[in-house]
């Protein structure tokens, strides 16, 4: 490769395109919710989040933070310390960040599906 080429002159590396997505993806996705889709399996988000929890003194479910809604939240929240506080709300912001992208992917490869057809 000439070092004197541009960015967008140089070969590109094979990118993650729709079909290679939907093979990696369970056939049945289409008829999973949202919600389902953060629950398939732990996911690494999980797997930190739970060390996380663990480093502020938490022994919650990193789900039920993410899951509930804000007044529940507020309750579960409460009676921590400020610094707990801020760990829980930090993760519950990160986990619905997580899976509103999730969603966010999957409607865009149902879209291509549908255009594809």
């Known amino acids: 490769m000439d070092p004197r080429q541009s960015v967008n002159d140089r070969p590109r590396e094979k990118s ?15 008829t999973i919710k949202n919600a389902d889709l953060f629950k ?12 996380t929890l663990a480093k502020a003194g938490l022994t919650i479910n990193p ?13 579960i929240v409460e009676n921590m310390s400020p610094d707990q506080k801020k760990v829980a709300a930090e993760l ?3 986990g619905k960040n997580v899976k509103h992208a ?16």
């Open 63 to 75: 789900s039920n933070l993410i899951d509930t809604d804000s007044n529940e939240f507020n309750k």
């Open 16 to 30: 993650t395109t729709a079909s290679n997505m939907e093979e990696a993806l369970p056939p049945d996705l289409a």
């Open 102 to 117: 999730i969603a966010a992917r999957e409607r865009k490869r149902l879209e291509l599906q549908h255009l594809q057809v």
């Open 92 to 94: 519950r912001r990160k």
């Open 40 to 51: 398939m399996k732990p996911s690494t988000f999980e797997r930190r989040a739970e060390k």
